[in-house]
């Protein structure tokens, strides 16, 4: 399995930005999927999973009501949409993916199969 996250950059406080994260070499369908971030000095936290189906998600407590984690099973691709981006959001963000068989979301990343190499996300204040 191939995971290619893209759509990072800067941005400013109040800013938004989309996530991409292209799925490659296994049948995206049997993968559950999250997004994970690590900022520097902390340890990685799950931010947004999703199940196979796209039918349940969760998410973080701190990004609740701003983020939106989403997938299109067509295109092999899983989307994180931030908007109302913090400063405190700043962080290498990595999509994961976890092989599942049946609808549950992916909330811990020690059970996650495979990783991408993260994009990085910068809020400026």
């Known amino acids: 399995v191939q995971l290619q996250a893209s759509g990072g950059g800067l941005v400013q406080a109040g800013g938004s930005l989309r996530l991409s994260c292209a799925f490659s070499?296994?049948?995206?369908?049997?993968?559950?999927m999250a997004w994970f971030r690590q900022a520097p000095g902390k340890e990685r936290e799950i931010v947004a999973g999703i199940s196979r189906s796209g039918s349940s998600t969760t998410y973080a407590d701190s990004v609740k009501g701003r983020f939106s984690i989403s997938r299109d099973n067509a295109k092999n691709t899983v989307y994180l949409q931030m908007n109302s981006l913090k400063p405190e959001d700043t962080a290498v963000y990595y999509c994961?993916?976890?092989?599942?068989?049946?609808?549950?979301?992916?909330?811990?990343?020690?059970?996650?199969?495979?990783w991408g190499k993260g994009t990085q996300v910068t809020v400026s204040s």
């Open positions: 070499g296994r049948t995206f369908f049997n993968y559950g």
């Open positions: 994961a993916a976890d092989r599942v068989i049946s609808s549950v979301v992916p909330s811990t990343l020690y059970g996650m199969d495979y």
